[in-house]
């Protein structure tokens, strides 16, 4: 009896049932905290006219980015997709659909979805392209555009710890549109870099209860840098971001 | 003298209070972080989840789990918090981040601002900067004048699609500090050594000039 075991023993497992022309979401905000080997995984079974939503569409051989060259994606929902060539070569020659998405709208979205609510009002976007084919209403003298809410066939998501159950830490800023994807999933298949025994983690600091998740498997990770920016070592240098 | 893009950044730190929650847009605003007055506390937003952003990590700090929203590596200053882009937002639309500075390729005397593609040539996307005019309140707008050929970039109408309607009230180039309100530029600076006239010149918007306008102290 597995009850609310959700571990699963490989990533051919963990993506098993996705099929062509499915939406799937993905936690991770540029390189940051994403779902590294279930992407991997993706491109392994050669999944095509897949949507994605996620906040960006990695680097050209990193991330999401990978998904490009056997054309798997037929139409990506993000905020900001520069730092990749094939997909703007992609882009401009119409082979891929693009939906820019505000990101706080994105995120909204996502979270919209995964708490059953199909749409909100919001200011973002009124009076930009973002706002085309979209209703408009006032509220106490401001206008507001209706976004409509995204659930996935599949949530890919990177936390940093769980335990077996699903209970879901995250690190850093890594956490990113990550508990919203987990939450926004029709299957929710989380990887992470440590998975510990039930009891283990403190109520009090879990992210993501584990019932917005139904796969687990622990990976190893390369976590790639987009922006390596450092400032010397000496404390007498000037003062960095 | 047009100011460097390190003196629109000092110029622009001359606006931070004590006790502000502020979020820097990439580009010149990031430069902002290296010009707060050392009597005042500022507390820094990065829209990718993180308040209390610190300074750039020596070689040993890097953590690839710490990034800001230009996806470079930070670290966090003490009384930092992390969350996730949802929470993110909710404090950007709510209306709880005190200012806002980011950058535009354009924006015009009606406060709009065009800051995110040029259609056929550069699509990278809005990213936050949509949701940031979208719900602060308090927002200086930092770019150059002009473009390299003179051509204005303070403009009756946008061209280029827009980032946000009727938002935008204060905006600082290279050449001046101005506001815009009632469809209209107000000049309140000139940069060290640029004349009005020159101002005049290369804004293509209505410009109201009134009085003598003085140099910005840096």
Redesign the interface.
Known sequence: MAGFDKVVSSYEEAMAGLTDNMTVISGGFGLCGIPENLISEIKRKGTKGLTLVSNNCGVDDFGLGVLLPNRQIKKIVASYVGENAEFERQMMAGELEVELTPQGTLAEKMRAGGAGIPAFFTATGVGTPVAEGKEVRNFNGRDYILEEAIVGDFAIVKAWKADRYGNLVFRKTARNFNPLAATAGKITVVEVEEIVEVGELDPDQIHTPGIYVNRLIQGTFEKRIEQRTTRPADPQAVKGV | MALSREQIAQRVANELKDGYYVN?GIGIP?LV??FIPDDIEVM?Q?????LG?G??????E???????A?????T?AAGAS?????E??AM??GGHVDLTVLGAFEVDANG?IAS??IPGKL?????????LV??ADNIIVTMTHASKHGVSKLLKNCTL??????CIKKVLTDLAFIEIKDGKFHLLERAPGVSVEEIIKLTEGELVVTGDIPEMKL
């Open positions: 820097l990031t972080a290296n820094l990065s829209e990718n989840g993180l952003m300074q750039f990590p020596t070689e040993e890097i953590d690839a789990d710490l990034i800001n230009g996806k470079q590596t930070v966090m992390v969350f996730d882009s949802a993110s937002f950007i639309r709009n995110y593609m699509i990278k996307g809005m990213g936050g900067a949509m949701d979208a719900g699609p827009l980032t946000g309607k009727g």
